[in-house]
């Protein structure tokens, strides 16, 4: 298969098959709910497994020495390293929502557009990804952004996620108008919005493309929950239903903020402070989301705190590496981002399958607050084995994913030999002990021996649901015990990001 | 630069208009608004295109750019006037006020 | 040879954990049989490598980049741990069958046991920093889950939390020291440094010195961390045995003494060494004295002897300081042991209301009091000899003052650990209990360990040969047999200690008499009961921690117009930053 093909593939597919998928559940609606529906579910499943199948190929020509790179018109896509990890985690992480809403979703009102919307908002990640162009990037940053406000939105007789869902577009369409705003000026001043026109005419810092950049960062920021442009995350997380949480805090974020460093990278030449400024942002967001997250009593509010803090940690590794062109700090960034979509997913699905057998399977809508894990191991051992997985891998605990991200992100800072980076390292690593303190009691609640009344009276757990968190917390465990295995991932994204940068 | 007092209007407006929306953004109550307010700013930063285009002589691509730019803002001024809809649906009110339940 | 046995050591307990799990908690009688077995074959495998102990990389596994070679070495001083890692650990196991038989979740509670014994071996063979960290922070992790095995108790969680927390906090300096020696050498092995191959910049070595002096600190629950290890008592007496007294808490020595030879030219840093150790000894042994629960008082009682390890390192000594670790490890897991036989016999941890129990648990007593005197320094019990050749080092490389609070502390010793012997065994019952009988795995895994703690002394020449050159080439300590040992101990200057423990043994037996001096040191009761206002420190720190976390989350108002606000504020500072800048 040529590059022009896989390239086209890989972006066009899932648009191709998410209206298809829509038409399959939609007509019947009314005859056959079961079938239609089945077919729209295997339809999705099989649209992320040829994804999947159209990365391996592209890897396989990029292997061999080739470029997997086209023109549309005269936009420019390609898979890059960067398009790679990204790619890689929206496809692998979205295939395991799939399988997890199954039995979660079934039976809601709309329930065929949540797969449409799903499957729409995995390919518009991965175009995303792939886009070399900038005013391209923004309309697949546009693209993902409406899909998700429908689908944090979903409940939409729920008032709470009404309001979820209204703060959300509204703070994020204001995002994307202040990228157009920034982009806009990048236009005037070099006449072009390839990137790599942007990049060899940008040479020189003026004001005006100073505050193009500026106004790209709080604009991306705002996806990628900077603090204190973060306010819209808690709300859309805990509201959105459980697998959509997991695909907000596990790749939606992290896109915005790999858009950020896309555009950023276009302006390398420029001396623009992009290193300074996003370490500051990662320490801000460090400190603010464990504070932030340490008294919740709602459990995936406190997750989506917790998100804040997490993407403070790729901050810092991707300010370091721009900082001080260091490879191995962008690689820890891009691995983090690895690691954290496996812990955080599995996180939030195992909160949702709690939430699902406790409240929402009932036809309640309220919040799991933490009371209602009391004991909850005794009845659901498995899956409160998995949630205390996550917890501990995002803590920090070895030997899973999350430490050895962190490893290596830290291996990086330190390498910058200076006193404020060791200042830097201890500061970020006191951190990951204070999140400690809001993760471990967690678990201890799930094992204590008097169950709580809620999660007496919870439903059984289907296997279908618990499925893909398996496979999660087995990704967990191995990329923990197995650190290098993420490299050819992690390394060429590295690659990617830096080449701009003249490293 | 020949045209440069136009350049001057045209930048004046865009920042006008991206500011007035923005304002409206902040100081507004009714969730309609709100969306006009957004509508405004991003109107604004259609015509940061056109100009940009006026510019740089590239007048075709920074047109394709704001068409796109439209629509797609008016799918999402679709989506935020469907909410608000649904909000006024189940909640009897369209001020922004009643949406501020969840906090903390 | 080498290779297979130190994959048994880790690999056997881990593999265990899992079984054990699978088993599931129907099948009890079943998880107990594989718990003992599985810790007994990691003790043989550790007691196996112990004829091959030499310094030679023994497993490299490359793992990459910047993860290095996870690399294990079985030299002396890691083999001596390994061994007391999962001999003790066995013992522990084997108690447990009995002490924790009918408690629900068995599985977890021997899953993490398991778990704890083969991270405890890989933390102390790896040669690896990286790995090292990562069995340090496994260690800190099993030794929550198991403080809070009874999730039910709000004291039992507090306590495990604070385990995690502070060692992990301590847990920093270890990281960065291992993060900086892997910027500055290109390799995570600790060998290039040790063996002065690489040199590290003076203020980078400095930053390393301190900063692993403050994980030991952390671990070994010394000045000013000691504050967890009374709360760890929460946990089942034979893990206040194994990893709060035997294992996990000489990991801080250990890491002091795998590091001492290049420590050892920073400036003050063993100065600050004996300094922590000093200050840990005297504090805990006041606080032992005025405490009136059984296992505290063994806690404060390991925190001060663990304080006379980090002395002997801090005086240059690392032999005597192991040597002490050896003994310590013996009696003081006895003593554990013991004390959870009698408070599961008993069913109470509170010494004012024991009093007899010594004409009902007649073996526990003597093997009690075994442990006692080792514990307070009595001549022939291996206690002694260990507690005089620190002294002995104390006084040649150390300031005198250290030495005589050192001193001091030891009558201190002996006076608490006959309070405690005579509160609990001696005397009229004070309340009404009812002493159950003891159970026979009990009385096996208490029997060894009392032999051990009257003769383990006379292995000091075997002992030294772990520290010879060939097995651990940096640390260059000599031979030391038992011709030696008597040669250094019976001294004149071994009379001083010897009177002064006396002293303390004579305030006891006329306490009676010396009411007026009690009262004249009311006031540093008072001190000893509030722990010297550091669990006034810790709770501040959280205090203050929770009230701003508290008043950031008013930030998140939830009104729209304030989030938007925001996002222009940001805008604003940008603009005017750059306005500055530019």
Known sequence: MNSVLITLGLIALPLVAAPIIYLFGRTSVRKQRLLGMTLAKLLTLLVLVLEGLLIYLGVQVWVAGGSVATNIGTIQVGLDGIGLIVGTIAVGLGFCVVIFSIPYMENENGEEKYYALLLTLIGSIVGLACSMDLFNLWVWFELMAISSYFLVAFYNEQPASLESGFKYLTQSAVGSALVLFGIAILFSTTGSVAMWSVWSNATSGTPIVYAAAALIIVGFGIKAALVPLHTWLPDAHSQAPSGISAMLSGIVIEAGLVAMLRTLSVLAQTHFPSGIILLVFGCVNILAGNLLALRQVEVKRMLAYSSIAQVGYMLVGFGVAILSSSYVAAAGGFFHMLTHAMMKGLAFLAAGAFLYVLHIGKGEHTALVLDDLNGAAKKYPVVAFLLSLALLGLGGLPPLAGFMSKWQILVATAGVNSTLMICIVIFVALNSVLSLAYYVPVINRLYRLNISETAAAGRSISWIMVLPMVILAVGIVVIGVWPSLANFLTFNAAASLMYPFGV | MSNFPVAFIVILSIISLAGIGFYCLLATRNMIKVIIGLQLMVKGVAMAFILGGNLTGQVNLAQTMALTVIVADTIVAVMGLALAVQVRHRLGTLDIKALSTLKR | ?582
């Not at chain 3, 920093?129 to 039992?156: G, H, Q, R, V």
């Open chain 3, 1 to 582: 040879m080498n290779l297979i046995l130190i994959l048994l050591v880790i690999g056997l307990p881990w593999l265990g954990a899992f079984i054990v799990l699978l088993a599931g908690d129907k099948h009890e009688k079943l998880q107990h049989v594989l718990a003992v077995a599985f810790s007994l074959a990691a003790g043989a495998a550790a007691i196996m490598l112990l004829p091959n102990v030499s310094k030679a990389v023994v497993i490299s596994l490359p793992a990459g980049t910047v993860f290095g070679n996870f690399t294990f070495v079985a030299d002396g001083l890691s083999v001596f741990l390994t061994i007391i890692a999962t001999v003790i650990g066995s013992l522990a196991v084997i108690f447990s069958t009995s002490y924790m038989h009918g408690e629900a979740q068995i599985g977890r509670y021997y899953a993490f046991v398991l778990y704890f014994i083969g991270a405890m071996a890989g933390l102390v063979l790896t040669s690896n920093m990286l790995l090292m960290f990562l069995f340090w922070e496994i260690t800190a992790l099993c030794s929550y889950a198991l403080i809070s095995f009874n999730n039910d108790d709000p004291k039992a969680v507090r306590g495990g939390i604070k385990a995690l927390i502070i060692t992990s906090v301590g847990g920093v300096g270890l990281l960065l020291g291992a993060l900086l020696i892997f910027v500055y050498t290109g390799s995570l092995s600790y060998s290039a440094i040790l063996g002065g191959n690489a040199s590290l910049p003076a203020n980078i070595l400095a930053v390393l010195a301190f900063g692993f002096l403050i994980a030991a600190a952390a671990k070994s629950a010394q000045f000013p961390f000691q504050t967890w290890l009374p709360d760890a008592m929460e946990a089942p007496s034979p893990i206040s045995a194994l990893i709060h007294a035997a294992t996990m808490v000489n990991a801080g020595v250990y890491l002091l003494a795998r590091f001492y030879p290049v420590f050892k030219d920073v400036p003050y840093w063993r100065e600050a060494v004996m300094v922590v150790g000093v200050l840990s000894a005297l504090m805990a042994a006041i606080m032992a004295l005025v405490s009136t629960d059984l296992k505290r008082v063994l806690a404060y009682s390991t925190v001060s002897q663990l304080g006379y390890m980090v002395y002997a390192i801090g005086a240059g000594s690392v032999f005597a300081s192991q040597f002490h670790l050896f003994s310590h490890s013996i009696f003081k897991a006895l003593l554990f042991l013991a004390a959870g036989a009698v408070i599961h016999s008993v069913g109470t941890r509170d010494m004012t209301k024991m009093g007899g129990v010594g004409k009902k648990l007649p073996y526990v007593k003597w093997v009690f009091i075994v442990g006692a005197l080792a514990l307070a320094g009595i001549p022939v019990f291996n206690g002694f000899w260990s507690k005089e050749m620190i002294l002995e080092a104390g006084l040649k490389g150390g300031s005198i003052v250290y030495y005589s609070v050192m001193v001091f502390v030891a009558g201190l010793t002996a006076l608490y650990t006959i309070r405690a012997v005579w509160m609990v065994f001696y005397g009229e019952p004070r309340s009404d209990y009812h002493a159950h009988k003891v159970g026979l795995a009990m009385k096996i895994a208490l029997a060894p360990l009392a032999l051990a703690a009257v003769v383990s002394w006379l292995a000091v020449g075997r002992f030294s040969l772990l520290f010879g050159a060939n097995s651990l080439p940096f640390h260059n300590i000599q031979p030391f047999g038992l011709k030696e040992m008597f040669h250094e101990v019976i001294a004149l200057s071994t009379l001083i200690p010897l009177a002064v423990i006396t002293l303390g043994i004579l305030c006891w037996v006329f306490r009676s008499k010396l009411g007026g001096l009690v009262k004249a040191f009311n006031w540093m009761r008072w001190l000893a009961e509030h722990s010297f206002g550091f669990e006034g420190i810790n709770t501040g720190i959280v205090k203050a921690t929770e009230a701003s976390a508290e008043s950031l989350r008013t930030t998140q108002t939830g009104i729209f117009s304030w989030n938007l606000l925001a996002v222009l504020g940001t805008i604003i500072i940008f603009f005017v930053l750059f306005a500055i800048g530019a």
